[in-house]
């Protein structure tokens, strides 16, 4: 095409030149367009290779290099899903007002068959930092008005009474006069009780609200006692069935009740489960100056009264009128926790 379009002006200028341009005698030489090669023919614009988009092949849009899905911001590690302010945990439940049991509970003594029934109230150092816990008790015997109780653990040691003739010539082996006794009624009791708890006791003949065993019950079967294990020694079964075995609190083996005294509470050797020995409120009968005690293999001995690292158990009437249960199943590890009745004001 570009040669007929030059043919065609070659043509059209020598008709020019021909046709009177005379001036210009050289003939056509005149026009000296660099041969203009028809301007040149616009060398149609290249048709502006449309501009080859740079073959951006539709790179499919980089699909927005899809707002790089604005990582999610780790799916803002969704808010912890407010962990439900887990659950405010979900204010524990007000502890279900701890099993709430009838306020009258029909103790029993002890049952070869059911055991023992537990109770909890009284507190009293028990740690060997001394922090206080409640008591434990268990109930031996229920009789008419009033629960027979000892503490379960030995809570802690101290003399019978300091003097071995008083206690012999004068009191007559009476544990109602000795040292010991008026401890557990005064200093004890104010330490274990509140004034309120002390109005559930009833006194034990001339011993107070507050005494020991004596030697009769820790003979007596029918309340779970009796002597134990006579032959070989099983450190274990010892454990499992103690028989009149008892075992001091952390406070007891580390203290004892009198601050000038360095002995603490005796404990047995391994064979014998590392238990202690504990009082029994009554006479030695071969030896006036001794009490009646709890010995390594549960049997019944007796030693002076004045000795310092003997246990103490102590043993309690509760009126069966005056206290409710506010919780517990009575057993071992659910122990009923007892609080005084409120009594009608007359």
Excluded at 247 to 258: R, S, Y
Aim: proline share 9%.
């Amino acid at each position: 095409m570009r040669k007929t379009l030059a043919g065609i002006l070659a043509l059209m200028l020598l008709l020019l030149s021909t046709a009177g341009l005379a001036e210009n005698p050289a003939g056509f030489v005149w026009i000296e367009y660099p041969a203009q090669t028809a301007a040149p023919l616009a060398t149609p614009e290249p048709e502006a290779l449309p501009e080859p988009e740079p073959e951006t092949q539709d790179l499919p849009e980089p699909e927005e290099a899809p707002e790089p899905e604005e990582a999610e911001t780790p799916e803002e590690s969704p808010e912890p899903e407010e962990t439900e302010a887990p659950a405010e945990s979900p204010e524990p439940e007000a502890p279900a007002e701890p099993e709430a049991v009838p306020e009258s509970v029909a103790l029993r003594g002890y049952s070869a068959e059911a055991g023992y029934v537990y109770l909890q109230f009284g507190q009293y150092p028990q740690t060997a930092a001394g922090d206080l816990r409640p008591i434990l008790w268990r109930v031996l015997r229920v009789d008419g008005e009033k629960a027979y109780l000892c503490s379960e653990y030995i809570l802690f040691a101290r003399p019978m009474h300091p003097s071995l003739k008083e206690y012999r010539d004068v009191f007559k082996g009476d544990f109602g006069q000795t040292e010991l006794c008026h401890y557990l009624n005064t200093t004890f009791a104010e330490t274990a009780f509140s004034e309120a708890e002390r109005s559930m006791l009833l006194p034990c003949e001339n011993f107070g609200t507050v005494f020991l065993l004596e030697a009769s019950d820790l003979l007596d079967k029918s309340i779970g006692m009796g002597e134990t294990h006579k032959g070989k020694i099983n450190s274990s079964l010892i454990v499992q069935e103690p028989g009149l075995r008892a075992w001091g609190t952390e406070w007891a083996i580390e203290n004892n009740g009198v601050t000038k005294q360095k002995e603490k509470l005796y404990v047995f050797q391994k064979k014998y489960g590392r238990c202690s020995p504990y009082w029994v409120r009554t006479q030695s009968s071969s030896d006036g100056r001794h009490a009646r005690c709890v010995k390594d293999g549960g049997q019944l001995g007796h030693i002076e009264v004045a000795r310092e690292n003997e246990g103490v158990r102590p043993a309690l009437y509760l009126a069966l009128d005056r206290f409710t249960a506010a919780s517990g199943s009575g057993s071992f590890e659910n122990p009923y926790v007892i609080t005084p009745k409120e009594m009608e004001t007359p």
